[in-house]
């Protein structure tokens, strides 16, 4: 048993691992965003049993100070925590800089400073760009395509840089693109999703062409934990992905079929990004993370979509669907 802080335990994944973590028998603090309404996000729709086994640490992680109290007597750390809409960085960048690079930043020094024995920073496969060469491994180039992109870049590099000058004990996680319970309709699959079960039968999205590598949650989670229980990953940067690839087309066309035959796709044009920024195809490799853990994924896509579909379904009023959501 360990005692583990999650940042952004409160978000999708972050509270998918949360869960995993109580669940191993670890001692678990979550820490969430602080707000007036005292929400703790989706922990609060934790079983119960779940729930009275974290403990909450309500703060901001731009703040160092709140940072370094969340995470005194704590041995490890999975940093999570991070703005990840890419439309959004867009028009407001400077809350990503702040949150996702400053944000690791006060991680990484407190875990220094606190001697903490594990520190796991959550990266993304957006740090790669469009792919240059399939699949993609933790060697291919780096490429800020969004704002986004360009502070998890930072971040990552900040994170390498206090294994390297300080040998804190850092690892980088970065997951490729992931969906599941919980997620928002900021993400692609549950976009359609929602739309479908709405009823409509024109179903807005951007671009169609460009392929993702889709990790079903409960399968990324178990890749931290796995990557967590590995000495051999101490120092290294690594992949979470299924090696397969999907077009968002070819997703929506599934998905069309699955829930509602008779409805059509329409191009929105405030959804699609500059063309720039667009990453085209995201195929990674997961060669690395099953050597040196032995991870592999459970979940098929399509076993992940009909449980995706389950949740959403019985949680449609978490689901603006007239709306874009950034």
Sequence with gaps: MKKILVTGADGFIGSHLTEELVKKGHKVKAFVYYNSFNSWGWIDTLPEDILKEIEVFAGDIRDPNGVREAMKGIEEVFHLAALIAIPFSYHSPDAYVDTNIKGTLNVLQAARALETSRVLITSTSEVYGTAQYVPIDENHPYQGQSPYSATKIGADRLAESFYRSFNLPVT???????????????????????????????????????????????????????????????????????????????????????????????????????????????????????????????????????????FIRNNMDRYKTNIYNV
């Design 172 to 310: 980088i996680i970065r997951p490729f693109n992931t969906y599941g319970p919980r997620q928002s309709a900021r993400a692609v699959i549950p976009t359609i999703i929602s739309q479908l079960l709405a009823g409509k039968e024109t179903i807005e999205l951007g671009s169609l062409t460009p392929t993702r590598d889709f990790n079903y949650v409960k399968d990324t989670a178990n890749g931290f934990i796995k990557i967590a229980e590995s000495e051999k990953t101490i120092g290294e940067e690594i992949n979470i992905a299924t090696e397969s690839e999907i077009s968002v087309g070819q997703l929506a066309e599934e998905l069309i079929k699955q829930i509602n035959p008779k409805a059509k796709i329409k191009c929105d044009e405030q959804r699609l990004r500059p063309e720039n920024s667009e990453v085209n195809r995201l195929l990674g490799s997961n060669e690395k993370i099953k050597r040196l853990t032995g991870w592999e994924p459970h979940y098929s896509l399509e076993q992940g979509i009909a449980l995706t579909i389950e």
